[in-house]
């Protein structure tokens, strides 16, 4: 039976929080993946065959608190996961400093965003990782450099106060959009005009049948596809091919080897 990958989460309120991960325990039987659920929401990626995901999606909908979560779907070649986690976490990303109320700034429909890539007036910022950015990338995206989140939070302090002077907006993409509706509400508070690309590479690629005028490479996948090209399809890229350059990222391969041999 065909094998599809799903990616979905939502900043809402979840008091009962344990209990909720218990029951996210049960509803992912017999798939493989992760689900991270915190008092601030849901963040889950999910892998198993067609009829089983739709399960689990109208048993998630079933609870009006999810009403209008997106899942976004991708066939699969490579078997993505192991097994399956549920974790019971402070926050669905970790963004440290760069906490707090998320979802501030103005969402942009891929659609919109391509005009902003040829504006001079706007900041166009990777919100990745630098191995990330390095494998694929939006034409013109500035690299903060990260190798770990604390260096996009020190550089993006560091270059406010010029963006600010220069009245230059802030437009920031990550993978499938969380980690920009994350830190959106911190960069605001530090008096910046943020635009974030609405459901990430991912949507840009599965709503622009023509990324590729505007995508330079692939994009990375934290699952054993690795990297998907802008059709949404697995590429022969390698661990080693993405993290190999980079002495910085020497245990990020060991890991992925570790996660390979354990398939």
């Known amino acids: 039976m065909p094998l599809f990958h799903i990616a979905f989460y939502r900043f809402v309120a979840i008091a009962d929080a344990d209990a909720f991960a218990d029951r996210m325990r049960t509803l992912t039987q017999g798939l493989t993946g992760s689900v ?19 399960a689990f999606e109208a048993a998630l909908l079933a609870d009006a608190r999810f009403a209008g979560t997106v899942f976004r779907r991708t066939a699969c070649t490579t078997r993505p996961f192991a097994r399956m986690k549920v974790h019971r976490k402070p926050e669905i990303v970790a963004a440290g400093r760069a906490g707090g109320q998320p979802m501030a700034g103005t969402a942009v429909s891929p659609e919109a965003w391509r005009a902003l890539l040829d504006r001079d007036d706007v900041v166009m910022l990777d919100n990745r990782n630098a191995f990330e950015y390095r494998l694929g990338r939006f034409r013109g995206a500035v690299d903060p450099g990260v190798h770990h989140f604390r260096d996009f939070v020190a550089y993006v302090e ?59 490479g692939e994009c990375f996948v934290f699952d054993n596809r690795i990297a998907l090209d802008t059709r949404l399809q697995e590429t022969a890229t390698t661990p080693e091919d993405v993290y190999g350059a980079d002495p910085a990222d020497a245990w990020r391969l060991a890991r992925a080897r570790r996660l390979d041999a354990s398939d």
């Open 158 to 216: 560091a270059s406010a106060a010029q963006w600010r002077a220069e009245g230059r907006r802030v437009a920031m993409y990550c993978t499938g959009g969380i980690r920009c509706d994350k830190t959106s509400g911190w960069m605001a508070g530090l008096g910046l005009d943020v635009l974030r690309l609405d459901g990430g590479i991912l949507n840009y690629f599965e709503r622009m049948p023509d990324a590729e005028r505007d995508w330079e």
């Open 36 to 54: 991270l659920v915190a008092e601030e929401g849901i963040n889950g990626v999910l892998a198993g065959p067609a009829p089983a995901l739709d």
